[in-house]
């Protein structure tokens, strides 16, 4: 087992809260209010904007709340009637676009192009309104889908074909899928497939919820706050590893996300946070 000494960050404690933080390492704090729902977003300096939508939605439905690389949108997706529904609003707070997403929806990602991922599970991979067998999906901010040759590609390489799309992650330009056939990882940009892992280790079966990729190897999260490390040499076994403070005690996780730079948990005592360039203080 490994154990990440994590800096704390934040004390303000929002129980039940969605949480997110992108890679530019703003972090996304949605409460529920009377007419609406409202994120707090709090940039690296600590700086805090405040941006609502008039609409009563549980923060439990919340699936994306974020802001756009280039700064001029955001991305809202949440739940309803079983269905992932997307709304796109200007910075002023117009909404500018709305959309939903396919039957079996089971990840995303907006990355650095202003592209929105959606990763689709067993059940939209093998729907017949989707009769290529796509596993994953690339749109852009006016809901239109770009074409994309993943799963093509991963055939023609014979890598294992994609029965579930489980998490995706972005890291120097490339998309990361974690996905089922036993446990498998896909490097890819729009246009071709770069390289595959295929971990046989039957220790990492199961379900994952997020993926991210430093020079350590994959970092990998299951219902949110169990957290473990398939080494950057696959054949190596995988690392279960735990939070603790600056002070050796271990974190009562409630949430961890993971970003192309850092590890973030929601603990009972605040929000934490461990860098991946800090690799000195995995123990």
Known sequence: MKKLIMNKIQKVINDGCFFHVDNHERMYICKKGNTGISFSIIDLSGDIQGFEINEQIPCEDIILFQQSSDDRRYVFIYSKMYEYKVKVFSADGKEEC?????????CNLLDEK??????????????????????????TLDGQLKETHIDQQLSEIYAP????????????????????????????????VKRVWIISDKEY??????????DDGFWICKDEHSLSLI??????????????????HELSIQQLRLTMNAIYAISDSGIYKWDFSKREKIK
């Open 98 to 106: 709305a959309f939903s997403l396919p039957s079996g929806a089971s």
């Open 114 to 139: 202003q592209n929105l991922w959606v990763g689709l599970s067993d059940e939209g991979i093998y729907d017949d309104e989707n009769p290529s067998g796509h596993s994953v999906l690339c749109f």
């Open 161 to 192: 074909a994609v029965d579930d799309c489980y998490a995706l992650a972005e890291k120097n330009g490339l998309i990361y899928m974690l996905y089922y056939s036993d446990t498998v990882i896909a490097a890819f940009d729009e246009a071709d």
């Open 205 to 214: 079966s199961g379900v994952y919820d997020q993926l991210a990729v430093s």
């Open 231 to 248: 080494p950057a040499d696959v054949s190596l076994p995988k690392q279960e590893v735990k939070c603790y403070d600056s002070e050796g």
